[in-house]
């Protein structure tokens, strides 16, 4: 799950992935929220549904972002421009402290987790994801190595981490993933019965962690529901469909042109060897009016001397 730009909100999938997750960790927010590394701020509706949460508050290191955001600020939401490592809050001024897929991408995530102790009050509470080792492993087996992560989390580096400031840390593991759900049509209320894959990793995904001073908060099982597969194929097959399509219009249209281009080769080679028969044509009438004009030159010359001749018989005569 990384930081979703404008642009992205396009993406259904991604856009739902993106909203489960806040809507989740929403469900344990209290009083004064801080969205660290919020993006254009589309998570602030979320918190505020909950009415636990008082006011809300985005930051960011993204100024684009940021002013994308304030053009959308309510009577309880507030972005600003800040650093998870230069936190703009007083001491001990916190609630609740968000910040999902940060941690990640610094290079001493240690300092951040001692800024957000900082901040939040003896009562707050700390909500952070993070990828996990296997996952990123898994993407840049698939993907290449992500030059924008800078640590990778096992389990126990994770909560390594989060001990050093927090007393009580819960982590658990957060994915989207393809799964069959039968809906009754009758009693929606009922709690579904899980049956889970064989063989299957449950660490792909990111690790969901919630710290705390005060008292143990432990994460909950939860499914969030959202568009189907066939949805999903929808949204991204449909595209590569049309752009297949539109390649395939192009290549009948380049096979046209090479055809017509053939065609006009073949034209070409044609006048060309008629041009060349005329000029040898003409080549060959200048050498017979060559060869005419020195038979004429030589038959003057002749008639030339036959002339002396006679002449010269005339005198003797």
């Known amino acids: 799950m990384e930081r979703i730009e404008n642009d992205l909100l396009k993406l259904r999938f991604l856009k739902e992935e993106h909203n489960q997750r806040y809507q989740y960790v929403a469900n344990f927010a209290k009083g004064f929220v801080v969205d660290c590394a919020c993006g254009i701020g589309y998570s602030a509706p979320i918190f505020l549904a909950n009415p636990a949460v008082t006011s809300y508050t985005g930051l960011d290191v993204d100024r684009e972002a940021i002013a994308y955001a304030q053009q959308h600020d309510t009577s309880n939401s507030h972005f600003e421009f800040g650093s998870i490592l230069s936190l703009p809050f007083d001491d001990c001024s916190v609630d609740t402290f968000i910040s999902l897929e940060t941690l990640e991408h610094l290079e001493q995530p240690e300092l951040a987790i001692a800024e957000i102790k900082r901040v939040l009050k003896p009562d707050g509470v700390f909500i952070c994801s993070v990828p996990t080792k ?5 993407c840049s087996s698939l993907y290449g190595p992500n030059p924008y992560h800078l640590q990778a989390f096992s ?13 009580y840390v819960d982590v658990a593991v957060i994915a989207q993933e393809l799964v069959s759900i039968v809906h009754t049509l009758k009693d929606q209320q009922s709690v579904p019965v899980v049956f889970k894959a064989k063989d299957k990793n449950i660490m792909n995904g990111s690790f969901i962690a919630i710290s705390s001073n005060s008292a143990p908060i432990d994460n909950k099982a939860t499914l969030f529901t959202g568009m189907s597969r066939i949805d999903y194929d929808q949204e991204l097959v ?3 469909r049309q752009s297949l399509a539109f390649s395939e219009r192009l290549a009948e249209q380049r096979w046209q042109l090479l055809l017509e281009a053939e065609q006009r080769i073949n034209e070409v080679t044609y006048y060309k060897e008629q041009a060349e028969r005329i000029s040898e ?4 009438a200048f050498q017979n009016t060559e060869q005419l004009l020195c038979t004429r030159d030589q038959s003057l010359a002749e008639a030339e001397m036959l002339i002396q001749k006679l002449q010269e018989k005339l005198k003797n005569v």
């Not at 296997?134 to 898994?138: H, I, S, T």
């Not at 044509?281 to 060959?284: I, L």
């Open 134 to 138: 296997d996952y990123e492993n898994f």
């Open 155 to 167: 389990l126990e580096a994770l909560k390594t981490l989060l001990h050093s400031q927090f007393a």
């Open 281 to 284: 044509e003409r080549m060959q």
């Open 238 to 240: 449909y595209p590569l």
